[in-house]
């Protein structure tokens, strides 16, 4: 059994302030240190209402929240103005084993994870905050879907001070209705998390009401509670599935049509998803796809240094579009894994090949996958001096000690390692500065607009200025002409990749081929 001390320091962990209080509302017992956001100490509570923590005006929403609570749930985080005059996020729960008093903790927000994934106008969490706690909560809760069509126009129709009042009385209807969790996740839709066996939550109902008490009419809202299950799948793939769907659901307009049946929509983006995962899966597995070869050439002399190995899919939506899902649905490992076998096999075939294949960062973070990765190039040692990794950006890094570590470990086996789709993501010049590879790919996106500003090419300039002086090759991507060509070996770039200097070929050319239209063309490993 875990001492009472050291439940204490487990709390603390994720809260600045910890007070427990009675059905009553009087606090029963308080710690912490954060003067800035309690005035007395944790001793001076013992037997004070609980209200008495929060600015007059927040002590009604506070009480509502409590009453709401029922034995095993939890509620918030959500943020309340303090007596001090500070804003913090308090979270609540009522223990089973705990009788029917309620455990409460204040974070100062900003400082803590959860505080950073609130959506100020109503209090609930963010989408991010959101997704994480059903990520948290498994499969064993259900999930509730809302829309309220028109939202942003009912707003629109109040004083500013007006219409942050309705926003903020969405969300605490929402937060009075059970749901161990609830989110924003897009400026119409809501979503909620209780345990399967609790039944409909009626969040419909409670927003009808908070959108009357403005004295507007309420638009006919949409409630749907979904099921997380998904045959086949693991529990984390289910949770990536329903985070996709999410994220499809709240950016990509799937309700513009106000009578569209929410129910209907969602179980049917969560099926396709679901049976597109498994397929997919089974596709990555058997290394059932394609490999394209596009060649990346030296601006000065024009040889051919190497080629990229790139993925082709046949569906419909494209390549890249298929990478980004396969590393939203969490199989991006086993991919990375498929291509690499495929790769390595080439270049065994074929004496004269120089190759580049991609990695993604989530492989490059985890350990596991990282791991079988690694013994995989390590028992293709001897093809290292023609292989080359690329690290795409897609997903960000945490972890930049142990990602180096990871890159430092392949250099050492001999294999080349630089940075894709550089300057695209904010964390580039991180990467940089943490990471010793042997080249970089700056972002087509740049290259394109050489030579559009002034400002925008010295800066461009100077990056590739500092990779020189570090000993790190420069791959400009996009050049899709002699000019560009030309523009971007005067700015320092050392190779290119581009449809003017190759566009992808299907199989590895027996013989080296011209890049554009210049003479004189040799491949060669540079």
């Not at 956001?37 to 209200?51: H, I, N, S, W």
Request: charged share 20%; glycine share 12%; aromatic share 6%.
């Amino acid at each position: 059994m875990l001492s009472p001390a050291r439940l204490l320091g487990f709390a603390f962990t994720n809260a600045d302030f910890l007070f427990e209080m009675d059905t009553e509302g009087k606090i029963l017992f308080a710690a912490g240190a954060a003067k800035d956001l309690v005035k007395e100490g944790g001793e001076g509570l013992v037997g004070q209402p609980a209200g008495k923590l929060f600015k007059p005006s927040e002590g009604a929403r506070f009480a509502t929240f409590a009453k709401a609570l029922k034995s095993g749930d939890r509620a918030g985080p959500f943020k309340l103005t303090l007596a001090t005059g500070v804003d913090a996020n308090l979270a609540m729960f009522q223990l089973p084993e705990n009788g029917a008093n309620i455990s409460c903790t204040l974070t100062r927000p900003g400082t803590h994870s959860s505080a950073a994934q609130v959506d100020a106008k109503t209090g609930l969490a963010s989408r991010e905050g959101f997704l994480a706690a059903a990520e948290m909560a498994g499969n064993r809760d259900a999930l509730t879907l809302v829309h309220v069509p028109g939202l942003p126009e009912l707003c629109a129709q109040l004083p500013p001070d007006g219409a942050d009042a309705l926003l903020q009385r969405i969300g605490d209807s929402i937060q009075t209705t059970g749901a161990s969790a609830a989110g924003r996740l897009s400026e119409t839709s809501f979503g909620a998390l209780a345990p399967a066996t609790s039944g409909a939550l009626n969040i419909a109902g409670k927003l009808s009401e908070a959108i009357s008490v403005g004295g507007l009419t309420p638009p006919s809202i949409a409630e749907t509670r979904l099921g997380l299950q998904g045959a086949g799948l693991s529990a984390e793939q289910r949770l990536l599935s329903m985070r996709y769907v999410i994220n499809q659901f709240a950016e990509k307009g799937r309700l513009a049509n106000r009578n569209a049946d929410l129910a209907s929509i969602f179980a049917g983006m969560m099926e396709q998803t679901q049976l597109r995962l498994a397929a997919m899966t089974r596709t990555v597995g058997e290394g059932a796809f394609e490999i394209a070869f596009q060649p990346i050439c030296d601006l000065a002399t024009g040889e051919i240094s190497h080629y990229e190995a790139l993925a082709r899919f046949e569906n419909p939506e494209g390549t890249q579009e298929t990478v980004k899902f396969i590393e939203a649905l969490g199989i991006a490992n086993v991919f990375d894994l498929a291509v690499a076998a495929k790769i390595l096999n080439l270049v065994e075939q074929q004496p004269d090949a120089h190759i580049a294949f991609n990695i993604s960062g989530a492989t490059l973070a985890s350990p596991a996958s990282f791991g079988m990765l690694a013994g995989i190039l390590a028992e293709n040692r001897k093809m290292a001096p023609r292989t080359l990794i690329e690290i795409t950006e897609t997903a960000t890094i945490a972890d930049l000690e142990s990602a180096g570590k990871a890159i430092g470990a392949l250099r050492a086996m001999g294999y080349r390692v630089g940075l894709d789709d550089f300057g695209a993501g904010a964390a580039s010049i991180n990467y940089l500065h943490a990471f010793q590879v042997d080249f970089v790919k700056f972002d087509g996106a740049m290259i394109k607009k050489i030579g559009s500003s002034k400002r925008d090419d010295a800066l461009l300039a100077g990056l590739a200025k500092l990779c020189g002086e570090m000993g790190v090759t420069t791959i400009a991507e996009w050049i899709e002409s002699e000019a560009m060509a030309k523009a971007a070996r005067e700015m320092g770039f050392h190779h290119g990749q581009g449809k003017w200097l190759g566009a992808p070929l299907l199989e590895l050319p027996a013989a080296p081929v011209r890049a554009g239209k210049r003479k004189g063309i040799s491949e060669s490993w540079g």
